[in-house]
């Protein structure tokens, strides 16, 4: 019995997030806040305002939502500050006994707040750190040491994948006794079970039997997508049949249509935006790219693998411990696109192999089960919540 069942309610949790756009973090937190166990746990969420989840989130029942324009991805100091005076006004309201954040601005400004607050347990969700080693040294230099600085105020980590988990123990962030693993989830079943391939390649001009290589990720200098623009140029012109789609939007949109342009791909290169329908899309692949220059854990990778696709991606952070090199896919070293073509021509022209690459990875993903990563969730925050936490006086 934890110590809630003792004081006669649920436990109160809380989860902030920076904003709800169309990302792994995003949709793992939507599912985590939907699924908590409402027997044992009073939820609610807060979020920036303005992402494409923002209804969904509003329509998870018994879900108490709080958007916050003041909470926005792009660093600005006094809108940062009032930022933290709402948050820090609104968990003295709400009386959270654990609040969870997730991203790096909530990261910061959701611990903060809810140290300034006096919420008893503190846990965060690393999916990525906001440092990574492309950005100027300055900057890097800052974003660590605010990781550093807010540290202490946290109970506990929790890390996607073990690249992240070891990084932030030799940065001295936390220590080991200090982080679990809990990797990000998917639902497995939604691309296992099979959805129809639909009328996708009639409606884009794409042959039946074209090799079609398929990149979902958010349009931003993290996905750097314009590297699998440039690589379609130069496959394009040893598979002179082959289409390529990329799913998603963002900033750098303009740039990836600018090379698509140069580079004479307009009738095999498709933009389609930001989808829902991603197991659809996974049905008219032969194989996924993804070319980020850093990452958490990224949540298309088992979505991939669970669809049976091969997955070609930069061995970056916790793609590795995913992607199987030569079993279930092929890495390479981020912005090497000669490396990224060719592996990408390989599957193309080796398609049998290619797709025994895929079925091998349907063997290896159940361990990022969403629902398994949900009861993970659960189990600490019990552990965390023991009868001898302060709690809120009523």
């Known amino acids: 019995?934890?110590?809630?069942?003792?004081?006669?309610?649920?436990?109160?949790?809380?989860?902030?997030?920076?904003?709800?756009?169309?990302g792994g973090a995003q949709q793992n937190t939507l599912h985590t806040v939907a699924h908590l166990d409402r027997r044992r746990f009073q939820v609610s969420l807060v979020s920036g305002r303005g992402g494409q989840l923002d209804g969904e989130a509003a329509a998870?029942?018994?879900?108490?939502?709080?958007?916050?324009?003041?909470?926005?991805?792009?660093?600005?100091?006094?809108?940062?500050?009032?930022?933290?005076?709402?948050?820090?006004?609104?968990?003295?309201?709400?009386?959270?006994?654990?609040v969870h954040t997730h991203s790096s601005k909530a990261g910061i400004l959701g611990r903060w707040a809810a140290h300034l607050a006096g919420v008893?347990?503190?846990?965060?969700?690393?999916?990525?750190?906001?440092?990574?080693?492309?950005?100027?040294?300055?900057?890097?230099?800052?974003?660590?040491?605010?990781?550093?600085?807010?540290?202490?105020?946290?109970?506990?980590?929790?890390?996607?994948?073990?690249?992240?988990?070891?990084?932030?123990?030799?940065?001295?962030?936390?220590?080991?006794?200090?982080?679990?693993?809990?990797?990000?989830?998917?639902?497995?079943?939604?691309?296992?079970?099979?959805a129809a391939p639909g009328s996708l390649r009639a409606d884009l001009g794409i042959?039946?039997?074209?090799?079609v290589a398929g990149m979902v990720a958010c349009l931003k200098p993290q996905k750097a997508p314009v590297?699998?623009?440039?690589?379609?140029?130069?496959?394009?012109r040893r598979v002179p049949e082959a289409h390529f789609l990329l799913v998603g939007d963002g900033i750098l949109r303009e740039a990836v249509e600018g090379e698509v342009e140069r580079l004479g791909l307009s009738s095999r290169f498709h933009l389609l935006g930001w989808r829902r329908d991603i197991p659809v899309i996974f049905k008219n692949l032969?194989?996924?790219?993804?070319?980020?220059?850093?990452?958490?854990?990224?949540?298309?990778?088992?979505?991939?693998?669970?669809?049976?696709?091969?997955?070609?991606?930069?061995?970056?952070?916790?793609?590795?411990e995913a992607?199987?090199?030569?079993?279930?896919?092929?890495?390479?070293?981020?912005?090497?696109?000669?490396?990224?073509?060719?592996r990408m021509v390989w599957l193309m022209t080796h398609r049998d192999a290619a797709r025994v690459m895929g079925g091998r990875g349907r063997l290896f993903v159940q361990e990022f089960d969403i629902e398994a990563m949900v009861r993970q969730q659960e189990i600490l925050y019990g552990?965390?919540?023991?009868?001898?936490?302060?709690?809120?006086?009523?």
């Open 1 to 22: 019995m934890t110590g809630d069942d003792r004081a006669g309610r649920r436990a109160r949790i809380c989860h902030i997030i920076t904003q709800l756009e169309l």
């Open 60 to 98: 998870i029942p018994d879900l108490e939502t709080h958007f916050l324009p003041e909470l926005a991805r792009e660093v600005a100091p006094a809108k940062d500050v009032r930022a933290l005076v709402r948050l820090v006004s609104l968990l003295r309201r709400l009386k959270p006994d654990l």
């Open 120 to 194: 008893p347990v503190i846990v965060h969700t690393i999916h990525g750190f906001g440092f990574h080693a492309e950005m100027p040294r300055f900057r890097r230099c800052i974003f660590q040491a605010l990781e550093a600085r807010t540290a202490p105020l946290t109970t506990r980590f929790l890390a996607v994948s073990r690249a992240n988990l070891e990084a932030g123990v030799r940065a001295g962030i936390f220590p080991p006794d200090k982080v679990k693993l809990v990797r990000s989830g998917v639902v497995l079943s939604a691309f296992q079970n099979g």
């Open 207 to 211: 042959p039946p039997k074209a090799p």
């Open 227 to 236: 590297d699998f623009v440039a690589a379609a140029g130069w496959v394009s």
């Open 286 to 320: 032969d194989l996924v790219v993804l070319t980020s220059i850093w990452e958490g854990l990224p949540r298309v990778v088992p979505e991939a693998m669970a669809a049976g696709l091969p997955v070609l991606a930069t061995r970056v952070d916790g793609t590795p």
């Open 323 to 342: 992607v199987r090199e030569g079993e279930t896919g092929f890495l390479v070293e981020p912005h090497d696109i000669e490396t990224l073509s060719e």
């Open 383 to 394: 552990e965390l919540l023991g009868p001898d936490t302060p709690r809120w006086e009523e």
